[in-house]
Antibody, heavy 116, light 108 residues
C-alpha cells in the first residue's frame, strides 16, 4: 500500500517561501507522477504541479512564476517551494501520487497559514 | 481551460436511499473523469476513475457513468459513512488537473 507522509512549516509571514516535503513509502518512485494540490475554502481544490522521477515537471500556469517542485530519488521524497506567499495562499496543502492522471494516494495534508 | 461544474452544491438524502450527484464539463473530457470523496479533516480519496471504474477497495454501491460533458456519481443505498463531500476531476486536458467545486452530501 502506498503511503505519503508530508511535513513543513505551517505558519509563514507574507513574502516568505513555503517549503513542504513528501516522503513516499510502498511505491516504486518511477511508476508515478508526484503532485502537489492545495485546498482553500475560497478556491476549492487547486492542482499546483507535478514531477516525475526523472525530474521533469508540469506546473499550473496560475503558479508557474512562483513554484518549484524537486525530487530526491535517493530518499523517495519530493518537495514543493512556493515563493512570495500572501494571505491568499493560506490553505491545506496535499501531496499525492498520480498514475494515468488520477490522484490515487494522498498525504495527510498540511495547513499553511500566511499571516503577519 | 476546462471548467468543471458540480450540482447540486448540497444534497440531502436519507440513509438507505439513492444519491445522484452530477458533474458537467465545459467541453468534452471523453471518459477522463475521476470522482473523489472527502470527509472532514481527511484528504480526498479516489472513488472512481475513467468515469465508471471503481478504485481498489471501493464498495459496489458507488457507480459512475457518463462521457463527454455530463457525468453522474450514484450511491445506491447510502450508508452513514458515505456522508461527505464529493469532487469530480478531469484529466483529459492536463496539465492542469481541474476539479469541480464539490457536492456536500448530508443526512436528511
Amino acid at each position: 500500500q502506498v503511503q505519503l507522509q508530508q511535513w513543513g512549516a505551517g505558519l509563514l509571514k507574507p513574502s516568505e517561501t513555503l517549503s513542504l516535503t513528501c516522503a513516499v513509502y510502498g511505491a516504486s518512485f518511477s511508476d508515478y507522477y508526484w503532485s502537489w494540490i492545495r485546498q482553500s475554502p475560497g478556491k476549492g481544490l487547486e492542482w499546483i504541479g507535478e514531477i516525475r522521477h526523472s525530474g521533469s515537471t508540469n506546473y499550473n500556469p496560475s503558479f508557474k512564476s512562483r513554484v518549484s517542485i524537486s525530487v530526491d530519488k535517493s530518499r523517495n521524497q519530493f518537495s514543493l517551494r512556493l515563493t512570495s506567499m500572501t494571505a491568499a495562499d493560506t490553505a491545506v496543502y496535499y501531496c499525492a501520487s498520480a498514475r494515468y492522471a488520477r490522484l490515487d494516494f494522498w498525504g495527510q495534508g498540511t495547513l499553511v497559514t500566511v499571516s503577519s | 481551460e476546462i471548467v468543471m461544474t458540480q450540482s447540486p452544491a448540497t444534497l440531502s438524502v436519507s440513509p438507505g436511499e439513492r444519491a445522484t450527484l452530477s458533474c458537467r464539463a465545459s467541453q468534452s473530457v471523453s471518459s477522463n473523469l475521476a470522482w473523489y470523496q472527502q470527509k472532514p479533516g481527511q484528504a480526498p480519496r479516489l472513488l472512481i476513475y475513467d468515469a465508471s471504474t471503481r478504485a481498489t477497495g471501493i464498495p459496489a454501491r458507488f457507480s459512475g457513468s457518463g462521457s463527454g460533458t455530463e457525468f453522474t456519481l450514484t450511491i445506491s443505498s447510502l450508508q452513514s459513512e458515505d456522508f461527505a463531500v464529493y469532487f469530480c476531476q478531469q484529466y483529459h486536458n492536463w496539465p492542469p488537473y481541474i476539479f469541480g467545486q464539490g457536492t456536500k452530501l448530508e443526512i436528511k
